[in-house]
T-cell receptor, first 114, second 113 residues
């Protein structure tokens, strides 16, 4: 059972470079989320999607874009990476919203921007 | 402005004893609360949840208590085991805007053998 898979697991970027993080889920979940985790900050929501073709801003969306062209995939893009985006990124999915069912998380992507 | 607060960054207990992790919230619109557990280099995993219509929910060794008037919830682990050593995140959501789950900063629990 794959669950939620994030690609890549590690990445080092130079300031100004761009990259895309891929999240794939095989549970036919409607909801997908991107969070970032920083030391002493907990998990903060970047963007989320409540279904294929829809996206919405979370708590810290600046500097990121997302797309949900297919139900099973949720992409997080950094157009021009900055050192402040050094973080661990987690993707999650759930069948319905947080009040309905639990969210399943991927293993995380550790991104360093130098 | 933190809406979900876990004021204890760490907690250490002896194996077999009770672990109590606390969480406070400020948003009175929150009506659903969850606890997630996270091991190093892994994603968080769901542990237990509680709706605001209840004041207690139990699942094996894990019990969550909710005190709505105090805007406080706690997670009790009895008995604690070394495998419970992890970071525990409290999270909350509101029916309005329920797509968003707001997390606390986490509490690192260490259970000593």
């Amino acid at each position: 059972n794959a669950g939620v898979t994030q690609t890549p697991k590690f990445r080092v970027l130079k300031t100004g470079q761009s990259m895309t993080l891929l999240c794939a889920q095989d549970m036919n979940h409607e909801y997908m989320y991107w969070y970032r985790q920083d030391p002493g900050m907990g998990l903060r929501l970047i963007h989320y999607s409540v279904g294929e073709g829809t996206t919405a801003k979370g708590e810290v969306p600046d500097g990121y874009n997302v797309s949900r062209l297919k139900k099973q995939n949720f992409l997080l893009g950094l157009e021009s990476a900055a050192p402040s985006q050094t973080s661990v990124y987690f993707c999650a999915s759930s069948y319905s919203g947080p009040q309905g069912t639990e969210a399943f998380f991927g293993q995380g992507t550790r991104l360093t921007v130098v | 402005d933190q809406q979900v607060k876990q004021n204890s960054p760490s907690l250490s207990v002896q194996e077999g004893r009770i672990s109590i992790l606390n969480c406070d919230y400020t948003n009175s619109m929150f009506d659903y609360f969850l606890w997630y557990k996270k091991y190093p280099a892994e994603g968080p995993t769901f542990l237990i949840s509680i709706s605001s219509i209840k004041d207690k929910n139990e699942d094996g060794r894990f019990t969550v208590f909710l005190n709505k008037s105090a805007k406080h919830l706690s997670l009790h682990i009895v008995p604690s085991q070394p495998g419970d050593s992890a970071v525990y995140f409290c999270a909350a959501s509101a029916k309005s805007g329920s797509e968003k789950l707001v997390f606390g900063k986490g509490t690192k629990l260490t259970v000593n053998p």
